[in-house]
């Protein structure tokens, strides 16, 4: 399964300035080991000591937030497109 | 003159210079301003900050005013210093006997959003921008729109297309770019995420975040300043993301660090809409996890789902033995009549958030009676009329005669 994954400011440090990246996975965790494999460093990033997502990480498929899915075993699809966004203050 | 070393990761402790940057690099926490206490400690006096403007810049050496700031160059409408009154009445209904607001409707535009909206865009335009940006649940809106046009800066303004219509016209006016995007306010807060990484703007709660937060401390400075240069027992804040509660409790350790009042201990506590409790809800099952939620309430100006600073307004709650409580619409809409009706102050849902939940507070013990305790009225009740006209109107609809009056009267 390949999909895009949107990458925010902050991590373009490490993908050499590329706003998104294709990869291939058919979980978001997969996908998360698969953007790690490509652009080594950007799995520290997202993920504690202990694997989880970071608590100031959000992760999206498409429009829902894995956290009202599966976490990391939220499936991901053909085509879909994976965004990484940082939280956000009160409006 | 400005004490601002840089910013510095609240997670992980790494140290950036200053940008318009929100978010750590290395580990996605978020970025706070860093300051040199130390000089800090030697100008800020209680004789010159009572010398000062009243407005929240009166604090001047405590915000973050970046390094070449001119004090002509603020963008200032005049926020803040708004009056900590003493609640009687309220008080008597609620059974305490020391309660006082602090009355923060009465702001530019209506709301406390513009003390960070102040300090945001005035550390925005020093970095260059020329653009300001939010994304918003209304009261953000209005205040970015307000001081964009005081500034002559281009707005852009993004809120959620369900929010009441005051709201939209109320910030509509001020000649932003009003973006009403079809979506919750967390969707409007990941799509301006994405815009700010795209576009050179200052979205004052996204990359301009770590100066914006910094100006709601004011609450916490005047609260202390107001009660005579003393921290109170105990402060009931509302929380949407969590920041206001944050920084009112880093206003009281800092005028403690910065000998401005006596070192004793306070509590905070916050307020939450049951239709929208993430932050009340890792309080009371006692797993401290923040779990995003889809909000549903009257209060949408705290319609946040998921909380960007719930974790510190966790830790701050429970570090200084506070506690969290939500109330239902119902609630809300009630504590908004006795509000106005006991002290003459007529607020938002917020406000009757902020005052159901304090009741409930008493109720259940966790303030005592001669607390003094200070409860923040965030915003104008103008801006939700609909939470309310179900609830209250005329007591007698009649033609203009005496005599009609007057058997109105007695019947």
């Keep these: ?91 | 003159m400005s004490y601002v070393e840089g910013l510095r990761c609240r997670e992980c402790g790494r140290e950036v210079d200053i940008a318009a940057v929100h978010v750590c690099e290395f580990c996605f926490g978020p970025l706070e301003v860093a300051y040199d206490y130390r000089a800090m400690y030697k100008a800020a006096t209680r004789e010159q900050i009572a010398a000062g403007p009243r407005t929240i810049w009166r604090y001047a050496p405590l915000l973050p005013e970046l390094p070449g700031t001119d004090p002509a160059d603020r963008i200032d409408l005049g926020a803040g210093f708004t009056p900590l009154v003493p609640a009687q009445r309220l008080g008597e209904a609620l059974g305490l006997d020391d309660l006082w607001l602090k009355n923060d409707t009465v702001n530019p535009s209506f709301s406390f959003k513009d003390r960070v909206v102040s300090v945001a865009l005035t550390a925005a335009k020093r970095l260059g921008f020329h653009v300001a940006a939010c994304a918003s649940t209304g009261n953000l809106a209005h205040s970015v729109a307000a001081h964009a046009a005081h500034a002559g800066m281009r707005a852009y303004v993004f809120v959620p297309s369900d929010l009441e219509p005051e709201k939209i016209i109320a910030a509509a006016v001020y000649g932003p770019r009003l973006v009403s995007v079809k979506g919750t306010y967390d969707d409007v807060n990941r799509l301006c995420a994405e815009i700010a990484s795209e576009y050179h703007w200052a979205f004052v709660n996204v990359n301009v975040r770590p100066y914006y937060a910094e100006g709601s401390k004011t609450i916490g400075f005047e609260i202390a300043e107001q009660l005579g240069w003393q921290l109170p027992d105990h402060v009931v804040a509302p929380m949407a993301s969590g920041s206001m509660l944050v920084k009112i409790d880093k206003a009281f350790t800092e005028l403690i660090t910065l000998g401005l009042v006596d070192d004793r201990p306070w509590r905070i506590s916050g307020a939450q809409a049951t239709g929208c409790a993430p932050i009340v809800a890792a309080l009371k099952d006692g797993t401290g996890l923040v779990r995003p939620v889809r909000p549903d309430t009257i209060a949408k100006s705290l319609a946040i789902g998921n909380p960007a600073d719930g974790y510190y307004a966790l830790d701050a709650v429970q570090r200084t033995g506070g506690w969290m409580e939500d109330v239902s619409d119902h609630e809300i809409a009630e504590a908004i009549g006795l509000l106005a009706r006991t002290e003459g102050i007529f607020a938002e849902t917020a406000g009757g958030v902020t005052v159901a939940v304090l009741r409930k507070l008493i109720q259940q013990g966790h303030i005592t009676p001669d607390e003094r305790t200070v409860a923040v009225i965030s915003g104008l009740g103008l801006k939700t009329i609909d939470a309310i006209s179900d609830h209250v109107g005329p007591a007698y609809t009649i033609p203009p005669g005496l005599e009609d009056f007057q058997v109105a009267l007695n019947s």
């Design chain 1, 1 to 91: 399964m390949s999909v895009t994954v949107r990458i925010p400011t902050p991590l373009r440090t490490v993908t050499g300035g590329n706003a998104t990246v294709e990869v291939s996975g058919s979980t978001v965790g997969e996908v998360v080991k698969a953007l790690d494999a490509a652009h080594p460093g950007i799995g520290e990033r997202l993920l504690d000591g202990s694997g989880q997502v970071r608590r100031f990480v959000n992760i999206f498929v498409d429009d829902g937030d894995i956290r009202f899915a599966s976490g990391l075993d939220t499936p991901v699809w053909d085509g879909a497109t994976v965004s990484i966004i940082p939280a956000v203050a009160g409006g």
